[in-house]
């Protein structure tokens, strides 16, 4: 960008300054030069009005209320900090990326297909089939949303989208009986993708003391290495003796962050 014009004002009523008509073609070459440069630097498209306008609204629309200099100042302190240091197109990207990251999904089983599951001493696979009318994927992040999903119906697994994801689960299961006097149901999450469990990141022991039917909640935030993106999660069951049946089986897994971000 051109260097800005000053105007020679001299000292008052010395006779040496610019003259007046020499001053305003000073500014108005000044205003040219920011004209110029901020169509260079891909930065405001608009003409000096409409920037006007838009300093104007930023208190309106609840935004920006500092001063140009205050503005001015922001702006460098973003280098001098570790802050953003890219171009407007380098932000406009950023804004995307945040946009896309958080968002939400529930499945609920239909309870049609497999109905019940029976929970005996031997690890069983969690079965989510994502057919129940509360199922909701609706709000997943903008990442994936109408074109995949975080829980896969058909594998029964969790799928994180990035390496570096981190999320917060809650699981939903409702005990309809129990027989052989169990006293416990094992929660384990696996991310080993086998036919049972072999790495198992997140534990919980399920009390089953009531008398059913009753509905338990499990809930634990979990981040996501390469073995969770290769091969997903899944939840295994199992009970410490005797048998625990459920019904109204449900996950809700919401995204918090992205490690890929920046």
């Known amino acids: 960008m051109a260097l800005i014009t000053p105007i020679d004002l001299s000292t008052p009523n010395d006779g040496l300054g610019d003259p007046l008509r020499d001053g305003g073609d000073i500014i108005?070459?000044?205003?040219?030069?920011?004209?110029?440069?901020?169509?260079?630097?891909?930065?405001?498209?608009?003409?000096?009005?409409?920037l006007?306008?838009?300093?104007?609204?930023?208190t309106e629309q609840g935004g920006y209320t500092g001063t140009g200099q205050d503005l001015l100042d922001l702006i460098n302190l973003r280098t001098e900090k570790g802050g953003y240091t890219g171009t407007s197109k380098d932000l406009a990207d950023?804004?995307?990326?945040l946009e896309n990251v958080a968002g939400?999904?529930?499945?609920a089983d239909g309870e049609t297909i497999t109905p019940t599951q029976t929970i005996t001493t031997t690890a069983q696979?969690?079965?989510?089939?994502?057919?129940g009318a509360t199922s909701n994927s609706a709000y997943l992040p903008n990442e994936i949303r109408g074109v995949s999903e975080l829980w896969d119906v058909a594998t029964n697994k969790i799928v994180p989208i990035n390496l570096g994801d981190d999320y917060t689960l809650r699981v939903d299961l409702e005990i309809t009986s129990k027989t052989g006097s169990p006293t416990e149901i094992d929660f384990g999450l696996d991310i080993g993708g086998l036919a049972t469990p072999s790495v198992v990141i997140v534990q919980r022991i399920i009390g089953?003391?009531?008398?059913?039917?009753?509905?338990v909640s499990v809930g634990f935030p979990i981040f996501c290495l390469t073995t969770f993106v290769t091969n997903g999660g899944q939840i295994f069951l199992a009970t410490d003796t005797g048998t625990v049946t459920i019904a109204r089986?449900?996950?809700?897994?919401?995204?918090?962050?992205?490690g890929s971000l920046i």
């Open 28 to 50: 108005n070459s000044n205003f040219t030069k920011l004209n110029t440069a901020k169509l260079e630097t891909g930065g405001y498209g608009g003409d000096a009005l409409n």
């Open 52 to 58: 006007a306008d838009l300093i104007a609204v930023r």
């Open 94 to 97: 950023l804004i995307t990326a």
């Open 104 to 107: 939400w999904g529930f499945y």
């Open 125 to 131: 696979l969690l079965s989510i089939d994502g057919a």
């Open 208 to 215: 089953t003391g009531k008398t059913p039917p009753y509905t």
């Open 249 to 258: 089986r449900q996950i809700s897994i919401h995204r918090l962050g992205n």
